[in-house]
């Protein structure tokens, strides 16, 4: 071609093609982008929504806890308290409709992992009651072993015999080790972070999953040492708390309670245990609680958001506190 000569009407069009295509895909870029921001923008909305929608929630319960403490002190089953799965339908602030879902559980219904030291020191009566709990619930030795050293080493040096809280009942029980569990309560020699809720123990090497799962309904992690409520507490709990109690016959302690015949007091407890060879002072249960955690969900086309909390409702102040507060399941 002759320098002279201009560029053939086909390559001039081949570049306004690829110019048409570049700015094409720009273009596309810049929109995917924005709906990515978009959607990331909605996303924080709906989690803000809920997560205020949720946290009402949780001051309801606080308020519920209060008001009823009032007129009804005893928790047990079934109480005005309890919403075991409770949902009702609401409708969000965009016209979706949701439900939202509220489970209150009684956490002195349950084994305190943090009852194993008491003033910087381990206590291996309690220590026994839980490889006792371990061994009725089919947890391996090995597995109980592992998670009460756990516990053991992030309480040990946390507690100061100044400082740590006293127990919720005076006098001290004693659960009688089998031969194929015996306690084991010598102190660790490292101090491990202390553990806030059971799950925390999924980053102990050697425990499984399938081991916290099983000890979930049963075992529990709080602030300060408690008593077992006998009202709201299963047979394997009571099994393992009270010492010289038998499965079977802690099922038939509670058989009773459980078609209406609560405990009114501690001394009924003693009572109706018929355990004449076992001090009254040794048996460390209850009719009332101070610890629930609540479980807050809502769900819509949008997804599902959820919150749980730890409260403590003071009986005596007749004040509740939220202890802890996490989204997510």
């Given at each position: ?158 507690q100061a015999p ?36 059971l799950h925390d ?50 099922k038939a302690l ?76």
């Open positions: 071609m002759h320098p002279s000569q201009s560029p053939a009407p086909g390559m001039a069009v081949i570049s306004v093609l690829l110019i048409v295509a570049l700015i094409a895909g720009l273009a596309t870029a810049l929109m995917t982008r924005q709906n990515t921001v978009l959607h990331s923008v909605q996303n924080e909305q709906y989690r803000l929504r809920n997560y205020w929608l949720l946290r009402g929630e949780i001051n309801h319960v606080q308020a519920r806890l209060r008001h009823i403490s009032h007129r009804q002190p005893v928790v047990r089953l079934g109480g005005d308290w309890s919403s075991s799965g409770q949902s009702r339908p609401i409708t969000l602030d965009n016209g979706i409709p949701a439900r939202l879902y509220t489970l209150i559980t009684d956490e002195q219904s349950k084994y305190n992992l943090t009852n194993l030291v008491e003033r910087g020191q381990i206590q291996p009566k309690e220590v026994s009651a839980f490889l006792r709990l371990c061994a009725l619930l089919g947890v391996p030795p090995a597995q109980a072993e592992l998670i009460s050293q756990r516990v053991i080493s992030s309480l040990i040096d946390d100044d400082t740590a809280p006293p127990h919720k009942q005076t006098g001290t029980h004693s659960v009688v080790s089998s031969p194929s569990h015996p306690v084991q309560a010598k102190a660790p020699h490292h101090r491990a972070p202390r553990l806030r809720v123990l999924t980053a102990v090497p050697g425990v499984q999953a399938a081991t916290l799962a099983r000890l979930q309904p049963y075992v529990t992690v709080l602030p300060e040492r408690t008593w077992i409520n006998a009202n709201t507490a299963s047979p394997v709990v009571i099994a393992a708390w009270v010492p010289g109690l038998s499965l079977e016959q802690a509670l058989k009773s309670r459980d078609q209406g015949t609560w405990f009114i007091n501690h001394g009924d407890i003693i009572q109706r245990l018929n355990m004449p060879q076992l001090p009254s002072h040794e048996v460390l249960l209850g009719i009332t609680s101070s610890w629930f955690h609540v479980q807050a969900l809502v769900q819509s086309a949008q997804g599902i958001s959820q919150i749980q909390a730890l409260i403590h409702h003071d009986i005596r102040q007749q004040r509740t506190q939220l202890m802890w507060l996490r989204e997510g399941v």
